[in-house]
């Protein structure tokens, strides 16, 4: 039985984080925010706007999302992400372009339910960052 998790996040171009000594993975789930640990269950669920939270040898490790789709099977963990940014080294110009994607998503006509509550949970988790730096 294994005590870590194997993490790669993936965006459309690129491999952003592989590392196989995870301890723990805080993400933003559709439904509220879920924590990962070794031996979980098998789950494939949709990521919102949000931070993701790494726990591995003592020390955090934090990024942005914009959103995504989360895979978890036999302590492989993929988060598949639109767009992600190391909280670290997020840049004033990174967030500004976030806040103007945030207006423009909640500006668009004839959103369903669902795409108007991602599209305001996006902007508070944009406004959350930009107050955070």
Known sequence: M????QLDIVTPEKKIFSDKGIESVTVPGIEGDMGILPNHIPIITFLKS?????ESSGKQISYFISDGVLEFNNNLLTILASEIYDLESISAKDIEYLKIKAKEKNSKQDLTDNEIFLANKFQEEVELLSSSK
């Open 50 to 54: 949000g931070k993701i939270f790494i």
């Open 2 to 5: 294994s005590e870590t998790i």
